[in-house]
Nanobody
Framework: QVQLVESGGGLVPAGRSLRLSCAAS????????MGWYRQAPGKQRELVAG???????NYADSVKGRFTISRDSAKNTVYLQMNSLKPEDSAVYYC???????????????WGQGTQVTVSS
């Protein structure tokens, strides 16, 4: 009923920037919180950054000052601007959204398929 499609991943050298995008589509009544998670090989998935419907943000300590999350509510899209990338930022990045599905008025925790970010040293 609801799909999240990520884009913007890739391979970059350390110190460069990437911008991830995630667009939600489908039977959406509203979207509450949105966020980005990442999972590196052999590690658990971790929260990178989150943003509420009202625009409040939170970040993992490891990315504070380098990453910025933002959203365009009119487009049901969330972005992650990643600057000063480090090799340890390499992971599959997943978009997450808490979506109220039209007609149900229930919240569903929805995930994208993931996009690979690789930072070379």
């Amino acid at each position: 009923q609801v799909q999240l499609v990520e884009s913007g991943g890739g391979l970059v050298p350390a110190g460069r920037s990437l911008r991830l995008s995630c667009a939600a589509s489908g039977s959406i009544f509203s979207i509450n919180a949105m966020g980005w998670y990442r999972q590196a090989p052999g590690k658990q998935r971790e929260l990178v950054a989150g943003i509420t419907e009202g625009g409040s943000t939170n970040y993992a300590d490891s990315v504070k000052g380098r990453f910025t999350i933002s959203r365009d509510s009119a487009k049901n899209t969330v972005y992650l601007q990643m600057n000063s990338l480090k090799p340890e930022d390499s992971a599959v990045y997943y978009c997450n959204a808490v979506v109220v599905v039209r007609g149900t008025y229930r919240e569903y925790n929805t995930w994208g398929q993931g996009t690979q970010v690789t930072v070379s040293s």
